[in-house]
């Protein structure tokens, strides 16, 4: 019987740096504090489902430097009780960083990424005889050799989950919120091969051309159509839409479930990196277990509340019985 979550693609050193406020070309921001922690879709994911006390195996699949911040990703998830055999540390390219410029006063934050040895991340690093139940690759878009179009049209990790569930996983992404027009070039050919399809309101109108946000709000009815369109697309389960005030998800007869978030007051925020992670990990879990869609997303948005109580991507995170207790602290 498959057990466990396999999370494969960014593995990232996230460096947060509080700042007093976001300055224009060419000025000054003051730098109030630095924290250095996890970054990137499977590490964010494994640690906060460890953090939930996730009742199941969880193994990583990636490529990092030879270098201290290769160590310290090791030694975190070893430390977390992740399975570590999976990672892979090259000699010839350092571990992947970002800088996270994150606003005190309002917790928005802006990255500034150096791809490092994801960029060479491949099929030749992902063991598809794991016995996972579910294989999650992100983020799309930000993996070079995985985004890479062949002469078929398709990317390299098209194939890679055609293969996963050839090999029996259910398959699972994310994409980045990269500011270009490739997302119509590199996601479509993935779709089809894909069980769940996670995005925010950018990415999905990227995606289809299909603009969610109408005078500055989530266009109810455009999400309903961009939804349809991914599942028209070829996601085999459900696409799974979140934005900051709530999340839905569409199964592939096109039935709708309506999730608003947690109603976190603003004075608790302390960053939102990691958020749509945190989210991604309680709905992972729920599919894990086979729970009805609605108490997944409802767990999604209680784990993405917390993460945004810390500056780090994962350690707001507690076990899954405190998270739940948010709906009923703050409601939705």
């Known amino acids: 019987m498959r057990n466990g979550i396999y999370a494969a693609g960014n593995w990232i050193i996230d ?24 970054g990137g879709a499977p590490y964010n994911i494994l640690k906060d489902l460890a953090m939930l006390k996730a009742p199941f195996p969880l193994h990583g699949a990636g490529l990092a430097g030879d270098d201290e911040k290769g160590k310290f990703i ?20 350092p571990t992947s960083y970002t800088d996270v410029m994150t606003v005190a006063s309002t917790g928005r ?6 791809r490092g040895s994801n960029a060479f991340f491949g099929p030749e690093h992902i063991d598809f005889k794991n016995n996972a139940r ?29 293969k996963a569930q050839a090999s029996g996983f259910l398959t699972s992404s ?27 309101e950018y990415e999905a109108s990227k995606i289809t051309g299909i603009n969610i946000i109408v005078d500055g709000n989530i266009s109810q009815i455009n999400a309903e159509r961009v939804l349809d369109a991914l599942i028209d697309a070829g996601v085999n389960d459900y696409v799974i839409l979140h934005f900051p005030k709530g999340a839905i998800a569409c199964n592939s007869r ?15 925020i302390k ?11 309680g709905v992972l879990l729920g599919l894990h277990e086979n729970w009805p869609i609605a108490d997944c997303l409802r767990l999604g948005v209680c784990v993405a509340a917390c993460s945004l109580f810390d500056e780090s991507c994962s350690d707001g995170v507690v076990p899954m019985a405190d998270c739940l207790k948010l709906a009923d602290q703050f409601g939705f």
């Open 271 to 281: 960053g939102t990196a990691g958020a749509g992670d945190a989210f991604a990990a």
């Open 174 to 200: 994310d994409i980045v919120s990269e500011a270009s027009d490739r997302f119509n070039k590199v996601v479509p050919s993935s779709l089809p091969y894909l069980n769940y399809l996670f995005v925010n």
């Open 134 to 162: 579910i294989f999650h690759m992100a983020y799309l878009l930000l993996l070079d050799k995985m985004d890479e179009i062949g002469e078929d049209g398709r990317t390299v990790a098209s194939h890679v989950f055609e």
């Open 254 to 268: 096109k039935e709708k479930t309506i999730q608003p978030a947690i109603n976190v007051p603003g004075d608790l």
């Open 74 to 93: 090791i030694n975190d998830l070893e430390k977390h009780g992740i399975n570590t055999g999976g990672i892979h540390l090259d000699k010839l390219s």
């Open 109 to 114: 934050r802006t990255f500034f990424h150096h």
């Open 15 to 38: 460096d947060i740096k509080i700042i007093d406020e976001y300055p224009h070309q060419d000025g000054l921001a003051n730098v109030r504090s630095v924290k250095s922690n996890n």
